[in-house]
């Protein structure tokens, strides 16, 4: 059975401080998770650390990077490889983020060789896709998917890919308070366990994990979790306040 995950993406924000509240505040609330639900912390690359003590081995709960890098170690100043995460027990790492995608010029294929390496080390990708506005309009959006789809992850063995999460993020949904509907988020996550089916099979599709991101917050998470193809979700913003998470992992279904 696939995993529901409430992922949190903070991006590059709070001080270390504000950080550590907003952990205590989530980690100490009554939540009560079933053995197929997650929450996920993406945390700043300073905090791994920190956060991953504060867990302190909570059940179903997980921190994550934002990013890793394509070599194992060496000159590549400013980098975080998925040795140095492995080192930390960090067992999750977002790869492809729109926003790596856009001001990082991250490709297909580059965030390709970055999968490769986080399947190496056994940590588990959150893979993000999805189409900006312009393709949303001319109504390319199910081929532009497939191409992220097809040029990063279809070189993986059927094992292999079922180690790795998918996050459908509409990038005109990301932080714009313009959320997918629920059938627009449903549609495309039926199209994307499609594309993985006819490459893998039913079964292998069926277990990969497919989570929405883009304008997620308290309101709206139960209605977008509630759809079948839909496993959760990858959040920003709403992933800042804690009573606002603690609500959206309450979610997952
Ligand atoms: P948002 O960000 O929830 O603030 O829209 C989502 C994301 O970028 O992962």
Redo the contacts with the bound molecule.
């Keep these: 059975m696939r995993k529901q995950i409430a992922a949190a993406?903070w991006k590059m924000n709070l001080t270390v401080d504000k950080a550590e509240v907003l952990l205590d505040n989530i980690l100490s609330a009554d939540i009560s998770l079933s053995s197929d639900q997650l929450a996920v912390f993406a945390v700043p690359s300073p905090y791994l650390q920190l956060a991953q003590q504060k867990l302190n081995n909570k059940e179903n709960f997980y921190i994550a990077a934002q990013n890793c890098y394509s070599k194992k170690s060496g000159a590549y100043t400013g980098e975080v490889s998925v040795e140095m995460l492995q080192s930390l027990n960090i067992q999750y790492v977002v790869i492809g983020?729109s926003e790596r995608r856009e001001y990082f010029q991250e490709s297909n294929a580059f965030l390709a060789e970055k999968l490769n390496i986080a399947l190496e080390y056994n940590i588990t990708p959150i893979f993000c896709c999805g189409e900006p506005l312009s393709i949303r309009d001319a109504q390319t959006q199910n081929e532009f998917v497939s191409t992220q789809l097809e040029e990063s992850l279809f070189h993986f063995s059927a094992d292999d890919v079922q180690k790795i999460a998918i996050a459908y993020?509409p990038i005109w949904?990301?932080?714009t308070g313009k959320t997918a509907t629920s059938e627009q988020a449903q549609e495309m996550h039926a199209h994307l366990r499609k594309v993985l089916a006819d490459k893998y099979g039913k079964d292998v599709a069926d277990n990969i994990s497919i989570l929405y991101?883009?304008?997620?917050k308290a309101s709206n998470a139960k209605e977008i979790f509630s759809q079948p193809d839909v496993d959760g979700g990858?959040?920003?913003?709403?992933s800042l306040l804690a009573d606002e998470f603690i609500a959206i992992i309450k979610s997952l279904k």
Excluded: M, Q
């Design positions: 993406n983020h993020e949904a990301i932080g991101g883009g304008s997620v990858l959040v920003g913003g709403a």
